[in-house]
């Protein structure tokens, strides 16, 4: 960024009125000694007539002098334009989504139904962390990892469009869930590692326990964010009647928010409930909030002189004024 115009050595320009004025007085009377002794061969060339080629070039000297001296100083003074580089540093946070993709998912208490409200709240959420390296993890009655972290974020928000039920055994892992998100961003480098655990169940396969998980994942400081999703009491779930029509019966919701509070505790992280599509964007926008990328930033300035120009400037015109005194200055009586 360049910024305006201004002088290294600013008190050098009060050199400009203190030479200049003095100057300007002695070659005052010194001009005016110099017409009173002029010796005119007709009474046309005395100066009363006024403006004469000869009293041009009498001044021309003086007055360049004038210039001359005014370019020097204000070359010494140095004027300068300062260029600013800033130079930003982002400290992106790693980040892994671990979704349950079970049957239960398949409820419709959220729009069109639990698992593509949240789908579609992650892949929003994915955007807006530019800085970021994200990974999406899977889980129902195992867990698998959908993507690894990266910072592309059109691989991330297609694969999460291709996420749907019954691509694994039904369950929910959510122990396995956990443990295999903790896998993928242990051995990062971030200093912020975040997961976002996103449930509508309690545990109930898998080899590893929920909070075995949670313990493992606070020895390498990952932070553990818990969202239970779904109403309270019961929801709608399709099935299909016997003459195959589709058809919603209502089943009993039970989370076991008690685990995933539990988790967040441990992992210093927070739970949350999300009961319908706008309190599950909430929820993901709180988290982006908390765990805000951290911007350092440094500034370089450079200091270009341009006094370069004004000493050329003064150099000519002092070649001028030489040339001046030794031509037409040198016939003036």
Not at 70 to 95: C, H, N
Request: hydrophobic share 45%.
């Amino acid at each position: 960024m360049l910024d305006y115009i201004h002088f290294a050595h600013p008190g050098r320009l009060w050199l400009i009125p203190a030479v200049l004025i003095p100057l300007a007085v002695w070659y005052f009377f010194k001009l005016r000694s110099f017409n009173a002794t002029m010796k005119f061969g007709t009474l046309k060339d005395f100066g009363a007539e006024g403006f004469t080629i000869r009293k041009f070039f009498a001044w021309m000297p003086p007055v360049l002098n004038f210039f001359i001296i005014t370019l020097i100083i204000i070359a010494i003074a140095r004027p300068q334009t300062t260029s600013s580089d800033e130079v930003v540093e982002k400290e992106g946070i790693d980040i892994v989504i671990s979704m349950d993709i079970s049957g239960s998912m398949r409820a419709c208490d959220l729009k069109p139904d639990r698992l593509e409200a949240s789908k579609n709240v992650a892949s929003e959420f994915i955007q807006a962390r530019e800085n970021d390296r994200i990974g999406i993890v899977l889980f129902a009655g195992e867990s698998f990892t959908q993507c690894p972290l990266t910072t592309d974020r059109s691989t991330l928000v297609n694969l999460m469009s291709q996420v749907k039920n019954g691509i694994i055994d039904d369950g929910t892992a959510l122990g396995m869930g956990l443990a295999n998100a903790v896998a993928r961003i242990k051995d990062s480098d971030a200093k912020s590692k975040v997961i976002i655990l996103l449930t509508d169940g309690m545990n109930n396969c898998g080899a590893i326990e929920p909070v075995s998980a949670a313990e493992i994942a606070a020895t390498y400081g990952i932070r553990v964010y818990t969202i239970g999703v779904g109403t309270r009491g019961t929801a709608p779930f399709p099935a299909t009647d016997v003459w195959g029509r589709k058809v919603y019966t209502q089943v009993e919701v039970d989370i076991d928010e008690a685990t995933l509070q539990q988790i967040s505790k441990i992992t210093d992280g927070k739970y949350f409930r999300a009961t319908d599509n706008q309190t599950l964007k909430s929820i993901y926008q709180q988290i982006d909030k908390l765990e805000k990328t951290k911007m350092m930033s440094m500034t370089f300035s450079r200091a270009n002189d341009l006094f370069h120009p004004f000493l050329l400037l003064a150099l000519i015109l002092m070649v001028l004024n030489l040339i001046i005194k030794m031509t037409v200055g040198a016939i003036l009586p």
